[in-house]
């Protein structure tokens, strides 16, 4: 790895699991688009390309944000947080939508009243964009 | 708990710890200003008390911001991510700052080339806040 990266990579302490709390931030309007988990190898991949890229839980695999939707979100700032357990990542999001369900941001749901409000519109329609990689 | 908080309780997904995690934002400048945690009790006490109360993972107990350093968290809003498992708060914070190194992000740290810029101004000066206190 570059020496850029090294002050970033020594600051980070990984949980058991040897994962790291990414948050995500959309680098022209500070909204927050999502929070995933990045492990060592997969920072050092996000830091070398340049293009976000998480470690799935879920899927227990290396996750390309966009590799499947065309949706990547490029690394425009990375900061760390005072205990180094968190990440904020400040990014530019192609397609103007980060959660697979079709929002901007995977927070769209905002508390009211006794029920959720919808933040914002749909981008595109999931049903459509998963439709045509199945 | 009033039937206002029903929707976000029911849609929280904890992880095997019983916790969620936690970002927070200021209200105004939509800065991110801390990462944390919280459990099933500390949510539902944030919800009734409008004040942000996590669960500390290091000490292993109720942490209500602010109570040490006087510098609270006010709730103004609340959202969920699609699946659950994070939860996105927009606070009014007390003192100007969340971070208890004295500057208002605990992401004041940006990785610049090869070196860490120092995002903000420290706001206090920990040594003397704590001291005192000790």
Known sequence: MPDAFKPLLDAVTYDDRGLVVTIVQDHATNEVLMQAYMNEATLKQTLRT??????????????VKGATSGRAQHVREVRIDCDGDALLFKVRQEGG??????????????????RFIVIGERVFDPDEVYKRLN
Chains 1, 2 share one sequence.
Not at 54 to 63: A, C, I
Not at 97 to 114: K, N, V
Request: with cysteine; net charge positive; glycine share 12%.
């Open 50 to 63: 340049g293009r976000m890229t998480y470690w799935s839980r879920s899927r227990q695999e290396v996750w």
């Open 97 to 114: 939508a980060a959660c697979h369900t079709g929002y901007e941001s995977c927070f769209h749901r905002m508390l009211g009243d006794g």
